[in-house]
């Protein structure tokens, strides 16, 4: 059993008559790079604030390295990148690093340290006595990343991380996260975007509408999701036709002849298809079990109903 | 506790950086030095020649007599004219043209009615000045007096002795003891008084109004709200604002006594003559005591922190500063009302409104330093006054904290009072 450092235990919030969040539970194990996906207005940052303490569940409770400490009080363990983000505008860039590091407990000195050093790192090192005001706008996203960084944190809670973001910035923040899951800092991001998640995550959450559609490891999702995409490449025969129009296995075929791309009958496995093709004599040159994309599995299980439908809905998000 | 140390020295030394401060922290000795100087310089002014023409239409000698006696006044030159009853107004139009041109400043006009009816006018370029028309006024009224006094047969020597002019000097009695200042002076210390904590409060309250619409605009605050309890973010706010408010009214209040003390060295030192800067050296400024300057403090703190709360809670529920303007106007009208009542207050510092205003908690912060200046308070007032305000500060300042507590993070429409009561019941 792996050490679970977030733990979120059938949480719902609601605003007025309308729910944001519903009886959502979900676990990210340490080391994890752990996606938060959904559409728009599914409820990812209603859930990623109430992690944070920022606002608190209705009902439901959220465990934070497995005690009973609030967000707040562990403020110093985790980084946090909300979605809406900003800046004093007319501050100093090191001195606004060294706040936001000192109001997370650090101290003085090390804060500038280790401020002086990001920015170095960032390429930003020159503009360490520049007002934020006069940053460009990628500039300042480095600098808020910097800040959820700054203080070492185990946990890193990064709300839509890479929207907004040009794509060499898209890079360098990408590089950075990877660098710290690597050094073992447990990474929470949510996203509406499948192709990131997809390379990223090794577990991922999906939620729709303010409920969990699925969760757990990427492999295990696509495992479950996948087991009914077949692709069988075969010498073209009458056994071949016979075995892929046998409904009892296969609810739908895509047939070029010696190709075909397959879907499973209700309940039928896809040890029973290659079973069916050997007794049939069928000579098989390809039999696999197709991974189908993150994007896929989304639009099944998230898709058309889970859109928003309510402006309300969508301003509430 | 430390992160609130980290909130309050981010919130003193940022302010305390920027030039808004320095400007203001110069421009309140500067002010303060003007309001000692511009005296010394209107003496100077004064200090000119005034000429006047008697326009002189009586039948008798009371206008001779009466120019003799303006003669006296220092720096008057007069000069009579006699004319015809029937050709004064025209003599009088014809005259007005010189005012301006010449060195002529005005002319007095004269009937057998001034004697009789007591009817005298008087036109000319100066009539806005206080001191002349007062000192003519009163050469007027007493060659009047001792005219009408002769025509009923009493004897020149009683007229003048009837006419010596008695002097009532006003000292204000406080706690049993002479205090030195006069009635005057504590006036002008109330007005005072009343002057620089109507602004602080105001100042020093927006900034706070400004300093959360900024954290809200700029979307920051859900970073600080990950780290900081919300109240820790406001109480911060409001301490360090405070704290700046403490340091520039310290600054203003300490040159300020500096240059009243030295007020003699500085007329000297603008080059005015000996005279004038013993003129102003005798100028009578009120003596502050030790008590009037930690009840204005205490009232000021407690004021500012009621107000910064009321302006934080309105600021929490708006997104934009554009917004934040208009929504702050029915808080700035609560801090309106006693500048508005103020004369009233100072006319009868005793009276049922002046008790009234320095009891209620909105008004009290400004109405109760200005009734102490201006006149004892019993010290259960003061006490009941302290009390009233300290609680309501308590309960608005939880109901501001609930407010803000949810308005940082709610954007989108400006919450109906229905909301409101939501967040606050939250």
Redesign the interface.
Known sequence: MRDIVVEVQSITKRYGDFAAVRDLSLAIPRGAVYGLLGPNGAGKTTTI?MM????YPDEGKVALFGGRGD??DL?HR?G???E????????KVI?LLI??A????VSRAKARAGAMEWLARLGLGDWALKKADDLSKGMQQKV?FI?TVLHEPELLVLDEPFSGLDPVNTQVMKDTVVDLSRKGTTILFSTHIMEQAEKLCDSVCIIARGTKVVDGPLAEIKRQHGGSHLVVAAERSAALDGVLSDTRLISRADNYGNYAELELAAGAKAQQVLEALVRQGVVVSRFEIAEPTLHKIFIDLAGPQALPTSPEEV?RA | MHKLMVVIRREFIERVRTKWFLIGTILGPVFMGLVIVLPIVMAERGGGERNVVVLDATSDDFGTRLTAAMQQIPKLSVERRAVALASLEDQAVALAQEIGTTPLDGMLLITDNTVEDGKAEYRGSNVSSLTDMRTMQATLRSSVFAERLQREGVELSVVSRAQIPVDLATVQIRDGKVTGGSAESSFFLAYFIWFLLYLAILLYGVQVLGAVVEEKSTRIVEVLVSSLKPFQLLAGKVAGVGAVGLLQLGIWLGTGKLLLDRRADVARWLGQGPEAAAAVGQMSFPEVPLGTILLFLTYFLLGYFLYAAMFAAVAAMVNTEAEARQAQTPVVMLLVIPTVLMIGILNNPDGSMALTLSLVPFTSPIAMPVRWAASPVPLTEVAGSLGILFGTVVVITWIAGRIYRVGILAYGKKPGLKELVRWVKG
């Not at chain 1, 944070?52 to 606002?55: D, E, F, L, N, Q």
């Not at chain 1, 000192?102 to 407990?105: A, H, R």
């Open positions: 604030r944070m303490s920022i606002i967000g707040k403020s985790i946090y990148l909300p809406e983000r900003g800046l004093y505008k007319k501050m001195d706040f936001l000192e109001i997370k407990g808020q800040a301003a």
